[in-house]
């Protein structure tokens, strides 16, 4: 399996402003991901970061909201930009290792955000 | 319909028994299913994952998959008081992505 860390594990922020959320896995991965989790519900994906390509945004979710970086194969970034209350949630990335046959994603332990 | 459906629970099962989990998904045309395991406040583990029909075995956990159904289960023996958690069920869907089901919150009574 892979072994992700995720950094801040928390954090307080203020409306209107930006919160980069960074995910550093210990070996390559072809493939990273974010997703939200919002309490009591199931994982929502935001988007898949690719390495030396933009990330594919799902539906509802925009790259001027949530920009994300993906400079090598074990390490992103994702930011959360111009805050609202509504952008509590926790934030999980994941990563599918590159051996590995059947796409299995292993999580970080996620960044739980409250905006004020 | 929901790409992924699972019964939001909460199931509750004695110690020592068998717990089982199901999942439904919409997409005939997904290979890969996969179970996590999430403990309240942490996140996802994976605990079994599945390709082809029938069963698949690893210690106390079984996933079953009848792709003719679109049907995959997840089967826990002699559940203990630490496999209280909520179980999600992903579906690996063409479009290079996963899809959770909502989950289902398992109790297991002492």
């Known amino acids: 399996s892979a072994v992700i860390s995720q950094k801040p594990s928390r954090d307080i922020c203020q409306r209107g402003t930006s919160l980069t959320i960074q995910c550093q896995v210990d070996?390559?991965?072809?493939?990273m991901f974010w997703y939200r989790q919002q309490p009591g519900q199931s994982l929502t994906l935001i988007a898949t970061a690719n390495q030396g390509s933009e990330a594919t945004y799902e539906s509802g979710f925009v790259i001027d909201k949530f920009p994300i970086s993906r400079p090598n194969l074990t390490f992103s970034t994702l930011t959360v930009s111009n805050m609202s209350p509504e952008d509590s949630s926790i934030y999980l990335c994941?990563?599918?290792?590159?051996?590995?046959?059947?796409?299995?994603?292993?999580f970080g332990p996620g960044t739980r955000l409250t905006v004020t | 319909q929901k790409e992924v459906e699972q019964n939001s629970g909460p199931l509750s099962v004695p110690e020592g028994a068998i717990a089982s989990l199901n999942c439904t998904y919409s997409?005939?045309?997904?290979?890969?299913f996969f179970w996590y395991r999430q403990y309240s406040g942490k996140s996802p583990e994976l605990i079994m994952f599945?390709?082809?029909?029938g069963d698949k075995e690893d210690g106390r956990f079984t996933a079953q998959l009848n792709k003719a159904s679109q049907y995959v289960s997840l089967l826990i023996r002699d559940s203990q008081p630490s496999d209280s958690a909520t179980y999600l069920c992903a579906v690996f869907q063409g479009a290079q992505k996963l899809v959770f089901g909502q989950g289902t919150r398992l109790t297991i009574n002492p």
């Open positions: 599945i390709y082809s029909n």
């Open positions: 997409d005939r045309g997904s290979q890969s």
């Open positions: 070996s390559q991965v072809t493939m």
């Open positions: 994941s990563g599918a290792p590159r051996d590995r046959e059947f796409d299995e994603q292993y």
